[in-house]
């Protein structure tokens, strides 16, 4: 597809309807300066000077599908606590609907928190429950699932796992047979606990470190053959339509077995990584959505996931950013 192909092709992501089932997780900035050495231990004292939060996990891909152009139903079950709040607050904020957005008193909303002095991570703490949802919270979400699928008619389905437990392999089970008998495309962001549960889905994406744990293949490197090598031990183990390997620095592959593609990354300056996996898997599900073949869905989700790294903290990338990469770099 030519440039002014793939230009059009990212503006009927405007037609699209997506749905995303997940871990939803409050990014939380607390940004300051360190001047001193506490007198109680030898650590720095952050004097700080602002607060900020971002919606992270499953909402933040909800939220760089809803910046692509497409119509975004997010499903998950979240804390009945004040970072709860703070989520649905700022889904509001960013025009997300928060109607698929369950609160459990069995839950606690996951929030990661970093104390950032200039432009440097002093430390990160998390807050969260990862055990399963209880049997009623997995079938009070499997009843909002059902029941976004049947008001919005999502061209696809985006499972955003960050093994916090929201998704439970009942979950993947009856919402795969759920989209497969209406002919919607599934597409996973994996982590190790439910790797190899999503047998049927339509794009897998795990990057370098959750494949290697995944297939305990430790040793694996991104060179294609191994890569090729790789995609045949996960089909083996999973029928799966596609697989998309994020490799980092080095680009992504992307193969259904009998058409593949290596993308190199462009030279960028990264500020930081957090969320650009997040990033890859909405653009190419609204890729997917549309139609797109392989090659383009693997070059502009490469672009896009490349563009969100070149800023700090978790950001979400727009249709109108896309297109310009589009246009500067192919």
Not at 42 to 48: H, R
Not at 70 to 82: P, S, T
């Amino acid at each position: 597809m030519n440039k002014s192909d793939l230009l059009h092709s990212v503006s009927q992501f405007n037609e699209l309807n997506i749905l995303v089932i997940g871990d939803v997780i409050l990014d939380a900035y607390y940004k300051g300066e360190v001047s001193r050495i506490s007198p109680e231990a030898p650590v720095p004292v952050l004097d700080i000077r602002s607060k900020e939060y971002r919606l992270g996990g499953a909402a933040n891909v909800g939220l760089n599908v809803k910046n692509l152009g497409a119509a975004c139903f997010l499903c998950a079950v979240i804390g009945d606590d004040e970072a709860g709040e703070t989520v649905k607050q700022l889904m509001k904020n960013e025009g997300l609907s928060t109607t698929g957005i369950l609160t459990s008193k069995a839950r606690k909303t996951s929030k990661k928190t970093r104390m950032v002095s200039g432009f440097s991570q002093l430390l990160r703490y998390d807050e969260e429950i990862n055990s399963n949802l209880s049997e009623d919270d997995e079938k009070k979400l499997i009843e909002m699932i059902d029941s976004q699928i049947e008001k919005h008619k999502p061209n696809a389905i985006i499972f955003e796992d960050y093994d916090k437990g929201c998704i439970t392999q009942n979950v993947i089970n009856v919402v795969i047979s759920m989209a497969n008998s209406r002919g919607i495309k599934v597409t996973v962001d994996p982590k190790k606990r439910n790797f190899f549960s999503y047998a049927g889905a339509t794009l897998f994406k795990p990057n370098m470190k959750e494949l290697k744990e995944g297939l305990n293949l430790p040793n694996l490197t991104s060179i294609d053959v191994e890569l090729r090598n790789a995609f045949h031990l996960l089909r083996e183990k999973m029928p799966i339509d596609t697989a998309f390997f994020t490799l980092s620095a080095e680009g992504v592959f992307i193969t259904n077995g009998s058409d593949e593609h290596r993308i190199p990354a462009l030279k960028r300056t990264i500020a930081d990584v957090s969320g650009a996996g997040d990033t890859v898997i909405a653009t190419a599900t609204c890729a997917l959505a549309i139609g797109m073949n392989l090659k383009d869905i693997a070059t502009i989700s490469n672009l896009a996931g490349g563009w969100v790294c070149q800023f700090p903290g978790v950001v979400s990338i727009t249709q109108d950013h896309l297109l310009e990469e589009i246009k500067k770099s192919l």
